[in-house]
């Protein structure tokens, strides 16, 4: 089973109303593991809508979503956490991290929520920025990082929980070109390592020729 399966997906904003746009019209799309596929769209297309709902953060209105072979459409919201907080990870253009806690417990508190212990989540956490190149930043506050380490930082978290499918709204579009070209080549390299299935919006062309493939959304769908 593909990783992540989209099948007839729908999903239309304020339904009835004057202001009504339809987003999503009869969307398929898998990702399979080890897969790394490139979404491109113009601003507007849908593209946060499309990660919003393959990353059960909002449901659509028709159509199927299966995570893992498992359809999650029909669960109750709490089994749908669940399965978000198991299964999948997201990073965002800017790092969301939280400015009172240090880059370690930034990685440790997703795993804190699931249930690991303190130990093993802060040795995971440490592992993981290790594995980044930030493994010396560890105990810093991500207001004294740089933009590429706190992007860094934001992937360990995406990654703490040991996902299946990461999700990346632009993850390197808030850099300079060559941070962004490093912090790319690291994001393969452990997203490769793992076997991770990962869906990447981006803009830049030459980064989506990096990656398994590329797909394009224009008018709801996948071209
Ligand atoms: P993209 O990420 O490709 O820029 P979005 O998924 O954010 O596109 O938005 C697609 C369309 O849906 C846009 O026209 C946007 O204005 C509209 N839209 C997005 N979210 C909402 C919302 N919560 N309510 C109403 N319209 C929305
Ligand atoms: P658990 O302790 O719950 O068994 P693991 O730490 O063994 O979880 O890893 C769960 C998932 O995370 C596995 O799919 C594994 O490939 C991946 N993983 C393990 N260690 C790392 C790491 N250091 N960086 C990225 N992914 C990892």
Do not use: W
């Not at 080890?34 to 159509?63: C, I, N």
Request: with cysteine; aromatic share 4%; hydrophobic share 40%.
């Amino acid at each position: 089973d593909p990783v992540l399966s989209l099948r007839g997906i729908e999903k239309t904003y304020l339904k009835g109303t004057p202001g009504e746009v339809r987003v999503l019209s009869g969307l398929d799309l898998d990702v399979r593991r080890g897969e790394v596929v490139a979404l491109v769209a113009p601003s507007g297309a849908g593209k946060s809508t499309l990660l919003h709902v393959a990353g059960l953060l909002d449901t659509a209105d028709a159509g199927e979503v299966r995570i893992g072979g498992r359809e999650v459409t029909t669960l109750s919201d709490r089994a749908r956490t669940a399965v978000r907080r198991r299964e999948i990870g997201f990073v965002y253009q800017f790092h969301h991290l939280l400015p009172e806690f240090s880059a370690e417990e930034n990685v440790a508190l997703p795993q804190l929520a699931d249930g690991r212990d303190r130990r093993a989540a802060f040795d995971r956490a440490r592992d993981l920025l290790e594995r980044v190149g930030v493994g010396h930043r560890a105990t810093h506050r991500p207001a004294e990082l740089s933009g590429g380490e706190q992007q860094r930082v934001a992937f360990c978290r995406a990654l703490a929980n040991g996902p299946a499918l990461l999700l990346a709204d632009e993850p390197t579009g808030n850099l300079d070109p060559v941070t962004a070209d490093r912090v790319f080549d690291i994001l393969m390299q452990v997203v490769r390592e793992t076997g991770l299935a990962a869906l990447i919006a981006t803009h830049n062309m030459e980064l989506a020729a990096r990656m398994d493939r590329t797909v394009r959304l224009s008018d709801g769908r996948i071209a």
